[in-house]
């Protein structure tokens, strides 16, 4: 879930930033429930891939000093059995099957 949790937050971060509705490094980090330091990190990141933010101090709020756009995808789909023999490094049913019969357990491979 962790990941899904740091995707809306860039998405917020995002959308608050694009509508100049910030507010102070210090009131946007409370909104979010991180750390300044965090925040910071966070614009880094952003940064990163191309944003150039900045900060109004008339108007207490970052906002974008280009025309960046946030989109992110996610794709997923499942392994073939060619990925995962790549993956696992060789057949993962008869390492299972192998596991199974050693330990003597009542084991389940879901995949």
Do not use: W
Not at 7 to 18: C, K, S, T, V
Not at 29 to 46: C, G, K, M, P, V
Not at 100 to 109: N, V
């Amino acid at each position: 879930m962790q990941l899904f949790e740091t995707i809306d937050r860039a998405q917020r971060i995002h959308r608050m930033i694009q509508k100049s509705a910030t507010g102070t490094p210090a009131e946007f980090a409370e909104r979010l429930h991180i750390s300044r330091r965090s925040l910071y990190y966070l614009l880094d990141e952003l940064k990163d891939f191309g944003a150039e933010i900045a900060y109004d101090r008339t108007k207490c709020t970052f906002y974008y000093a280009n025309n960046f756009e946030l989109e992110l995808i996610i794709k997923v789909s499942p392994l073939t059995s060619k990925e995962k023999s790549y993956i696992y490094g060789g057949n993962i049913e008869l390492y299972f099957e192998r596991a199974r019969r050693l330990h003597r357990a009542d084991l389940s491979l879901r995949m």
